[in-house]
């Protein structure tokens, strides 16, 4: 969950539902300063997360395990340089644990925060176990890392636009260049039905091989930028900025709309629909700028389950004070967000 593809294990899921409803139960929070939870991960039977710009250099960039109740584990951060402020990227690979650097401030991301140093060059670490991280080394030229797929037998990885906005893939020593689509942010992977798919900040593309990339989707009704991608009933969806739009692809370049999600029509454009993670057989979606959770019932037709997050001066116009839920993972049959 976040804006990397599953991982390459695949489960088959049974059950049945009563229809119970549990409250939210609060799980405590990794690291004091940390100002959000970049992605939650299960791996070999635990629950990892990354956190994202903690206040001091070394507590930044950190990978937790989960240790039941409000505890969590440090497992180490994610090398030695100060300017790596998140994990912004947490993916299982071929039965390993892999994480992408960057920033979450984006406006420090792109190096326009006033007075603060250049963001660090992207780099892949693969976790040792303990608290150590392998160093894969640099990936492009970005300041994000934004997201990680395994297609193929192989790991890919998508830059922001400081880095060109390119995808790579490693071959065990170097990272490939796969190429830029539109030199946007490379917001999202999605391995779908032997195809790899991918979006960037407002278009959606279908991976050719190389460096090649077609062009599936361009801005589809007046979305700007994509921030999820996920596959349900044997069909791709996106998750959307700024009307909070759920896209369903109903042919080669045609997106249909099957849910408008946060703040009701009228208020200010503000919906981002982080997160798609299908838990006990319904979708589910985590949203800004209220930190919002949703489930999907039929087209259109979403039940709110709660908003967990609250600030007293919160504004719809003041992007500061929107809440947000990054990621949602199912984990020991609950869904955690």
């Not at 917001?187 to 599936?216: D, M, V």
């Not at 979403?302 to 116009?317: F, H």
């Amino acid at each position: 969950p976040a804006y990397s593809a599953m991982s390459d294990t695949r489960h088959v899921h049974f059950g049945i539902d009563d229809g119970y409803l549990s409250a939210w139960t609060d799980h405590g929070k990794p690291w004091p300063s940390n100002s959000l939870i970049s992605n939650l991960v299960a791996y070999q039977g635990q629950l990892y997360c990354g956190i994202a710009d903690a206040d001091r250099p070394e507590d930044r960039a950190h990978v937790f395990r989960w240790d039941g109740d409000s505890k969590w584990v440090d497992c180490g951060r994610l090398g030695t340089d100060a300017n790596h402020h998140s994990v912004m990227s947490l993916l299982v690979h071929d039965g390993q644990l892999y994480a992408g650097t960057g920033i979450w401030d984006w406006v420090q991301a792109l190096g326009e925060l006033p007075g603060a140093p250049a963001p660090a060059p992207t780099r892949i670490f693969r976790y040792a176990g303990g608290t150590k991280w392998d160093d894969l080394g640099q990936v492009g030229t970005g300041s994000r890392v934004l997201c990680l797929a395994s297609f193929g037998g192989e790991l890919y990885a998508g830059i922001d636009r400081i880095g060109g906005g390119k995808a790579f893939k490693y071959d065990g020593k170097t990272w490939i260049d796969c190429g830029a689509p539109d030199g946007k942010n490379f917001e999202c992977f999605l391995p779908f039905g032997g195809t790899l798919f991918a979006s960037t900040h407002g278009n959606i593309y279908e991976y050719g091989g190389g460096q090649t990339w077609k062009r599936i989707g361009a801005a589809p009704h007046d979305i700007n930028q994509i921030h999820s991608m996920q596959a349900v009933n044997g069909e791709i969806l996106l998750g959307t900025w700024p009307q909070g739009y759920v896209l369903r692809r109903k042919g080669f370049d045609e997106w249909q709309k099957i849910g408008r999600l946060g703040l009701p029509e009228g208020a200010n454009l503000c919906n981002e629909v982080m997160d798609l993670t299908v838990y006990n057989g319904k979708l589910y979606a985590g949203l800004i700028p209220k930190a919002e959770v949703y489930r999907y019932e039929h087209d259109n037709e979403w039940t709110q389950l709660g908003s967990l997050a609250q600030r007293s001066d919160w504004d719809e116009k003041k992007f500061p004070t929107w809440t947000r839920i990054t990621c949602v993972s199912a984990f020991q049959g609950r869904l955690f967000v």
